[in-house]
């Protein structure tokens, strides 16, 4: 069993910065891959960033390739979703999600992770 806690949403302004931090509890955190997922409203949850346990090497959806950052910190059990120069479009709840199957590949589709956080939403007005 794993659970995520999500935290750092908010509403920022375009081109604004914001950090998500999600810490997970239950199975050792350094042995499972994480990703990071938003869902706007009407839309389905889409892929984000994820990176894998072994090595932390990071993966990055097109859409926020070069102003995002995936990290992971795992004597503090959390990973991190660092946003740059922030759009409109980027407003969405942002879910982390642990994916304890894989151990080289990082999916990024949703119904291969096993555990979701509740969520934290973020909002970017223009």
């Known amino acids: 069993q794993v659970q995520l806690v999500e935290s750092g949403g908010g509403l920022v302004q375009a081109g604004e910065s914001r950090r998500l931090s999600c810490a997970a509890s239950?199975?050792?955190?350094?042995?499972?891959?994480m990703a990071w997922f938003r869902q706007a409203p009407g839309k389905e949850r889409e892929f984000v960033a994820a990176?894998?346990?072994?090595?932390?090497?990071?993966y990055y959806a097109d859409s926020v390739k070069g102003r995002s950052a995936i990290s992971r910190d795992n004597a503090k059990n959390t990973v991190y979703l660092q946003m740059n120069s922030l759009k409109p479009e980027d407003t969405a709840v942002y879910y982390c999600?642990?994916?304890?199957?894989?151990?080289?590949?990082?999916?990024?589709?949703?119904?291969?992770?096993?555990?979701w956080g509740q969520g934290t939403q973020v909002t970017v007005s223009s």
């Open positions: 990176i894998s346990w072994i090595g932390g090497r990071p």
């Open positions: 239950g199975r050792a955190f350094s042995t499972y891959s």
């Open positions: 999600a642990a994916d304890l199957r894989r151990e080289l590949e990082l999916s990024t589709k949703t119904a291969e992770y096993d555990y």
